[in-house]
């Protein structure tokens, strides 16, 4: 029996740790930002009835370019983003991480670098590793916040081929202001020019309107969503990016043959027909994210803005000693290795009523005065 040390593998895989959170068998799950509500039972009929339908010719491949589906997320974004974009400017793939995959195969890989604004989504640098992509870690503020003047240094001393931003940002929740990103856009295009790649997976759960209209004469800024947040649909595997056509074209040069199955373009196209009443319940979940930061607070933690459906909460003199105990209670929630903290999903009222109830006896357990978890 051989260890994976034994392996030929690259070497700047060797070490590395592959991307997960736990998956427990809790009472309250609170770690993996997924939208609580299952598909309501009109949307599962949808979905079957168009599935059904697909069934019958799974004997042929799919629309190898997912024309109906990709036009039906350039209706909605049009809808919703601020912007009116066709479906040349729109792509999709499974998840959004292969959306981030293929731009990085396509725009980075070896002797090319990315830069992302760390703590932020880990797998834009797993994803740069795996593409044989180097990556740079770039400053962020003390409340998490991009230091905008120093990202802008770090982009023309480094003068990388891809730079990320995520808002809302994950773990933290904080959003980014479209000045930020357009000053950091200018930065980028001064050094190389460079792609900039906007992560807005949580977007819809902003206080504030997506930074789609942004592309717009930009060809090198890309917009990447998923499906897997919003729309209930973690399961599906749907992500999609919007840009300039000449982008779609490109990442095209690395996709997979047939990438998106059959069954997946039926079923996204199915939750795309009951977008309203999917979107419903994000408004429900926006309430109840400013109410758990609203009672952390009060409960003495230290929260970070959000933006987001989850909230990051501390300062912990021991995270992982608050996470255990909160485990011992029956909630799950994400240590994401942010010193002092812990981020918590935004559930349903029950599940949010059972999580704030096991960090007042927590707090109280581990003894953390007020004043000192705050």
Not at 180 to 197: F, G, I, M, N, W
Not at 298 to 324: H, I, K, Y
Request: net charge negative; charged share 20%.
């Amino acid at each position: 029996m051989v260890s994976i040390d034994d392996l030929p593998i690259r070497d700047e895989l060797r070490g590395q740790s592959p991307y997960g959170a736990p998956q427990l068998d809790v009472p309250v799950r609170l770690n993996t930002n997924e939208n609580p509500y299952p598909l309501p039972e009109s949307v599962v009929a949808s979905i079957a009835e168009r599935v059904t339908e697909a069934a019958r010719s799974l004997n042929r491949y799919p629309d190898r370019d997912a024309v109906e589906l990709r036009t039906e997320l350039a209706r909605y974004l049009s809808r919703s983003g601020g912007l009116a974009v066709g479906p040349a400017q729109v792509w999709a793939a499974n998840g959004s991480n292969e959306v981030l995959q293929q731009l990085l195969q396509t725009f980075a890989g070896p002797g090319r670098t990315a830069i992302g604004f760390e703590p932020s989504y880990s797998m834009h640098a797993i994803i740069s590793r795996g593409t044989g992509t180097g990556w740079v870690s770039g400053p962020r503020n003390a409340d998490f916040t991009i230091d905008v003047g120093a990202a802008e240094r770090a982009i023309a001393e480094l003068a990388p081929d891809v730079v990320f931003v995520c808002s809302p940002n994950n773990p933290t929740g904080t959003a980014v202001s479209a000045e930020t990103v357009l000053r950091l856009y200018e930065a980028a295009q001064a050094a190389k020019p460079s792609l900039v790649v906007v992560d807005e997976a949580y977007g819809e759960f902003s206080h504030r309107p997506s930074l789609l209209p942004l592309i717009e004469g930009r060809p090198h800024l890309v917009l990447t969503r998923t499906m897997s947040k919003a729309f209930g649909a973690a399961g599906l595997r749907l992500g999609y990016l919007a840009a300039d056509p000449a982008v779609v074209d490109a990442v095209q040069l690395v996709r997979l043959p047939y990438h998106l199955s059959a069954v997946t373009q039926a079923t996204a196209l199915a939750a795309l027909e009951h977008t309203g009443t999917l979107l419903a319940y994000v408004e429900q979940l926006k309430g109840e994210r400013d109410r758990l930061v609203a009672e952390l607070t009060a409960l003495g933690c230290e929260v970070t803005e959000s933006d987001a459906n989850f909230v990051q909460f501390g300062r912990f003199p021991d995270a992982r000693a608050m996470w255990r105990r909160l485990l011992e209670h029956g909630v799950l929630v994400r240590d994401n290795g942010v010193p002092g903290h812990l981020r918590v999903t935004a559930g349903t009222p029950q599940e949010n009523d059972a999580f704030l109830e096991a960090v007042r006896v927590s707090l109280k357990d581990l003894k953390y005065p007020r004043e000192n978890s705050a």
